[in-house]
């Protein structure tokens, strides 16, 4: 048996391990002669570097990937700050409209509305039925901040499963990438030759419930072991499928849940920084929601705790949170509000609608502004400077995917606020000099959340995943920051240590799966802390000499 030391996500403690198996070797003869695995790394990295459009690249990375996944997974784990944005956001919103286009072959399961009634015979037609672990599942309704982009939605549930398999170690061939077709109101989709969905508009939301109930049970009966991640539902769906499931079925929502998690996360981290600045405590903080969907309501549901933390009964909790839709401040008098927007409608004003977000915030007198809206620019140079007028350290997350719909980017947020802003946003934005000094942005996206949440949910066999395992999630990230990432005045960790990251949440995760019963895996129980997370290392997948050297966790 073949043995390495020390992969980087063994906390630095030297164990055996039985090192990952490489893939079968080719015949004598059929491989050129001077085939040399280190040097193959290197002109793939070569080959990648060569083209100048990300689309390009993502294309390349794909077919890596299916050619050679344990090389498209090494390349991936030891240059993740380089790759992520090419096989997640923002390169595959990119990778979502062209899908049609860009195509090659298939990749993940596609279940439409004419399976209904036999939706069972499609499950049966997936090659790895007894190994699949985890599924993440979009019916292409709201693909970031792009819109309905039917069937061409595909991509966005491939990346984040890659993201699994290379920040969780999840094995690649646990993993089910599905996209539901139940139509599109893409017009442009619609009339598009090459569209490669149903040509026909999205069913109703009666078909729609009728088909869903189908799906998800029949999942429930052909993967027994399966979690599923439903992704990028438009708004109302992705609360009504969350509620109407997650009690009976291992289910989340990632972007109610998981981005929920990650901003909290950090804005713990970003919180003590502001108060630590304008001597206010932690418990007066007050938090504008710029947009009111699936991810402005759920991020405000679950920063909601960072009160209770602090606390505050849920009542006064509420109460420290204002939301702001596309008529403006969301309160009661205003008249008939959308279902999920009621939980934040305020009882305490009885004016006018207040439009505009400059008046909104001489009115509430934020500490933090969050962008939830996919409207580009919406914080300008005067909201960015009311923001920084009203506090010593604002925090500003400009939170939409992909870039381009960033409500602003870092370099005007750090100007328009003397550098004093803490700063996240969805998609990445390159760090900056500033006086002398290098200030980085936070990237506030729930890639730092869900591979480890998805990890110990798996991994305790739960058989649902609760509100304190998804809080256990987040306070795990806020807490894996390590001294140095603290004194750079980081709010999330450097994401080139996510595996560790995975390991330390999927330990709390399994933890909250256990203090709330809903573990099968019981014998996890009796685990000390160092001994689970030895198993969840164990348990991961590694690319066949994918090893990297990168910090460790001893702090913890
Ligand atoms: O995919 C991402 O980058 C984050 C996310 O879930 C979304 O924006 O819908
Ligand atoms: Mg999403």
Known sequence: MTIVLTPFWCNGVQKLKK???????????LTPPALDDTIHYERCLAQLRSKDKN??????????????????YKVALLHMPEITPLIYTPTVGDACLQYSHIYRRPEGLFISINDKGKIRNVLKNWPRIDEARISVVTDGSRILGLGDLGVNGMPISIGKLSLYIAGAGIRPESTIPICLDLGTNNEKFLADPLYLGLRQRRVSDEAMTAFMDEFMHEMSIAFPKLLIQ???????????????????????????????????????????????????????????????????????????????LQGLSKEEAREHIYLVDSQGLVYNDRGPLAEHKKVFARNDYHGPPITNLLDIIAHVKP????????????????????????????????????????????????ENTAGQVLFASGSPFPEMQFNGKTLYPGQGNN???????????????????????????????????????RGLGLIYPHIERIREISAFIAKEVIRAAQKANVDHHTELRSMNDKDLTEFINSKMWNPYNGFAKVGNMSHL
Not at 61 to 70: C, I, T, V, W, Y
Not at 279 to 289: A, D
Request: proline share 7%; net charge negative; glycine share 8%.
């Open 19 to 29: 090192a990952p198996q490489p893939p079968p070797k080719p015949a004598h003869g």
């Open 55 to 72: 689309i390009e690249k993502y294309i390349y990375l794909s077919a890596l990937k299916e050619q050679d996944p344990h090389m498209f």
């Open 230 to 308: 439903f992704e990028d539902f438009s708004t109302d769906h992705a609360f009504l499928y969350l509620e109407r499931y997650r009690n009976k079925y291992p289910v989340f929502n990632d972007d109610i849940q998981g981005t929920g998690a990650v901003v909290l996360s950090g804005f713990l981290n970003a919180a003590k920084l502001s108060s630590a600045a304008s001597g206010r405590p932690l418990s007066s903080h007050r938090i504008l929601f710029f947009g009111a969907g699936s991810a402005g309501v759920g991020v405000g549901l679950q920063l909601m705790s960072f009160f209770t």
């Open 367 to 414: 500490t933090a502004l969050l962008g939830l809206s996919t409207t580009k620019d919406a914080f300008t140079a005067d909201v960015l400077q009311a923001m920084g007028a009203l506090n010593p350290r604002p925090i500003i997350f400009p939170l939409s995917n992909p870039v381009r719909l960033s409500e602003c980017n870092f370099e005007d947020a750090v």
């Open 447 to 485: 890639m730092y959340i869900f591979p480890g949440l998805g990890l110990g949910a798996i991994l305790a066999r739960a058989t649902s995943v609760t509100d304190s395992m998804v809080e256990a999630s987040s306070l795990g990230l806020a807490e894996s920051l390590t001294p140095e990432e």
